[in-house]
């Protein structure tokens, strides 16, 4: 579908150029292998939360607001509009804190991606082959982003997997929808001013914590919804005029650059996909080496064991 949007910066025009040309054919095979990987513990997490409230909780909510539909949820024969699954089904894949971290961009990217990436390829009838296309773009997005707020979105109090996390999940919507390289600059445009999630629930174990990645999946699905009936986005979104931008640019401790996608070697793309990473809460960074240990983080035991 062709957009109408304002002239492209270089910034989001590089990650819309990328997006809208990337085929099936162009992701390595290692990348699908650790794609794939990825999603079935992504899976395996949800079917995990669903003994806990939250989700009971989540799960009453959302119908007062959205009503039935047809897209699926992870491990609940409940069927939802598209929104609410992507909501739903984050809520399920991050809601016990086990799901995967990409380490230098402290971002959870998997839980923000997956949702989006089920919901509008159902909406649209992709192939699996689609769908996970989608899926490793949205990771290559977010974790970009991540990567160029690292540790300054925790300076002003915002949680890096919902706003990096919203990025990602308008791509992989957009892609899925058939978006072209001047709609997906406008998704960017439209969510980055839906991007957004603060870190309080550090403070006392509130579970606003495990609403932020659907949250950010619903934000990308409404971004591309938007974009592709040709509402426009500002471009600039990477590179701040004033404040009401993505302020925290202003203090990355790299070029807002990373943003860029380039044409990725097999090595770089790969490079891309998340692993698991521990968190110090009293740094609020990540500690540098792989969990292997099957307790949580220590920034989230003040809401652990989940009700």
Same mark, same amino acid.
């Not at 079917?47 to 009503?67: E, H, I, K, N």
């Given at each position: 579908?062709?957009?109408?949007?304002?002239?492209?910066?270089?910034?989001?025009?590089?990650?819309?150029?990328?997006?809208?040309?990337?085929?099936?054919?162009?992701?390595?095979?290692?990348?699908?292998?650790?794609?794939?990987?990825?999603?079935?513990?992504?899976?395996?997490?949800?079917?995990?939360?669903?003994?806990?409230?939250?989700?009971?909780?989540?799960?009453?909510?959302?119908?007062?607001?959205?009503? *039935? /539909?047809?897209?699926?949820?992870?491990?609940?024969?409940?069927? @939802?509009? #598209?929104? &609410? +699954? =992507?909501? %739903?089904?984050?809520?399920?894949?991050?809601?016990?804190?086990?799901?995967?971290?990409?380490?230098?961009?402290?971002?959870?990217?998997?839980?923000?991606?997956?949702?989006?990436?089920?919901?509008?390829?159902?909406?649209?009838?992709?192939?699996?082959?689609?769908?996970?296309?989608?899926?490793?773009?949205?990771?290559?997005?977010?974790?970009?982003?991540?990567?160029?707020?690292?540790?300054?979105?925790?300076?002003?109090?915002?949680?890096?997997?919902?706003? *990096? /996390?919203?990025?990602?999940?308008?791509?992989?919507?957009?892609? @899925?929808? #058939?978006? &072209? +390289? =001047?709609? %997906?600059?406008?998704?960017?445009?439209?969510?980055?001013?839906?991007?957004?999630?603060?870190?309080?629930?550090?403070?006392?174990?509130?579970?606003?914590?495990?609403?932020?990645?659907?949250?950010?999946?619903?934000?990308?699905?409404?971004?591309?919804?938007?974009?592709?009936?040709?509402?426009?986005?500002?471009?600039?979104?990477?590179?701040?005029?004033?404040?009401?931008?993505?302020?925290?640019?202003?203090?990355?401790?790299?070029?807002?650059?990373?943003?860029?996608?380039?044409?990725?070697?097999?090595?770089?793309?790969?490079?891309?996909?998340?692993?698991? +990473?521990?968190?110090?809460?009293?740094?609020?960074?990540?500690?540098?080496?792989?969990?292997?240990?099957?307790?949580?983080?220590?920034?989230?035991?003040?809401?652990?064991?989940?009700?």
């Amino acid at each position: 579908m062709t957009t109408t949007s304002p002239a492209r910066t270089s910034l989001s025009g590089a990650v819309a150029d990328f997006a809208a040309a990337a085929r099936p054919e162009h992701v390595p095979d290692e990348v699908y292998d650790r794609a794939r990987h990825l999603v079935l513990d992504a899976v395996g997490l949800a079917f995990a939360s669903t003994a806990y409230r939250f989700v009971g909780v989540a799960r009453d909510a959302l119908p007062r607001v959205g009503g *039935a /539909g047809s897209h699926p949820v992870l491990g609940m024969p409940d069927r @939802l509009s #598209g929104r &609410d +699954a =992507a909501v %739903l089904n984050g809520v399920l894949i991050h809601g016990l804190d086990f799901d995967d971290t990409h380490i230098p961009a402290i971002t959870h990217v998997t839980a923000g991606v997956l949702p989006v990436a089920l919901s509008a390829a159902t909406a649209a009838g992709a192939s699996t082959r689609e769908l996970l296309l989608a899926y490793v773009l949205g990771v290559e997005v977010s974790a970009r982003v991540g990567l160029g707020g690292a540790g300054g979105f925790h300076d002003v109090g915002w949680h890096p997997t919902a706003v *990096a /996390g919203a990025f990602g999940a308008s791509v992989a919507a957009g892609k @899925l929808a #058939g978006l &072209d +390289a =001047a709609g %997906l600059v406008a998704a960017l445009g439209v969510v980055g001013s839906m991007a957004g999630g603060l870190l309080e629930f550090l403070e006392d174990g509130s579970w606003t914590k495990r609403l932020h990645p659907g949250w950010a999946a619903m934000c990308g699905l409404t971004a591309a919804s938007f974009a592709g009936v040709g509402w426009s986005g500002p471009p600039a979104v990477y590179e701040p005029a004033t404040s009401s931008t993505l302020s925290p640019t202003r203090r990355w401790p790299c070029a807002p650059s990373t943003v860029c996608v380039p044409r990725t070697s097999r090595r770089s793309a790969a490079r891309s996909i998340p692993r698991r +990473a521990r968190w110090s809460a009293s740094r609020r960074r990540p500690s540098g080496r792989r969990a292997t240990s099957t307790t949580p983080s220590s920034a989230c035991r003040s809401w652990w064991p989940p009700p």
